[in-house]
């Protein structure tokens, strides 16, 4: 079975603080990708990652970097947090070929920012 | 503009009862159609993916069908752990790359 994995369940950080969500898969998936989820938005695209080193702007990068040192690792970094950056964080992962790319998701991070 | 659009938004129904959810897409070059369950304050889990029109794909009491406008994620005689919101999600291929467009879903409980 596909497995991914996130590094935090719950998160509450303080303005202006950095932080790190770390996203592993063990598929040996080349996709990595981000998507925060609000009520009533859906899930938005924030960064998505293609291979090592590679890095693509989603829908909502503003406020948002990201890292890809390893192909199983997927971190995303809020440099300075905003309480508008409350949210559940969704990473999936997914092949990369020319056909159907099915996406297997993490189970979350419910980030909430004071 | 490609978009995804599933309804209801919620459906509330009796045990046993059985219905269908709709997703409706407009995107050029679909390449597939897939369907996720998503718990309160869990990740989606994949449940399906749909290739072509006319195409069905089952599980347990889910079964899911293709047209070239629409899904349906059909429930029969759904059980209480059945509820859940239900994504749908469609691939598209613009030129050189392809895209995930997720829809809002629809939240489904099933009353004992």
Redesign the interface.
Known sequence: DVKVTQSSRYLVKRTGEKVFLECVQDMDHENMFWYRQDPGLGLRLIYFSYDVKMKEKGDIPEGYSVSREKKERFSLILESASTNQTSMYLCASSFRTSGVNEQFFGPGTRLTVL | EDQVTQSPEALRLQEGESSSLNCSYTVSGL??L?W?RQDP??????LF?L?SAGEEKEKERLKATLTKKESFLHITAPKPEDSATY?C?V?AWYSSA?K?I????TRLSIRP
Do not use: D, H, N, V
């Open positions: 390449r597939g897939f996720y304050g869990k990740g989606p889990e994949f993916t290739y994504l999600a691939q392809s995930i997720f829809g809002s879903g």
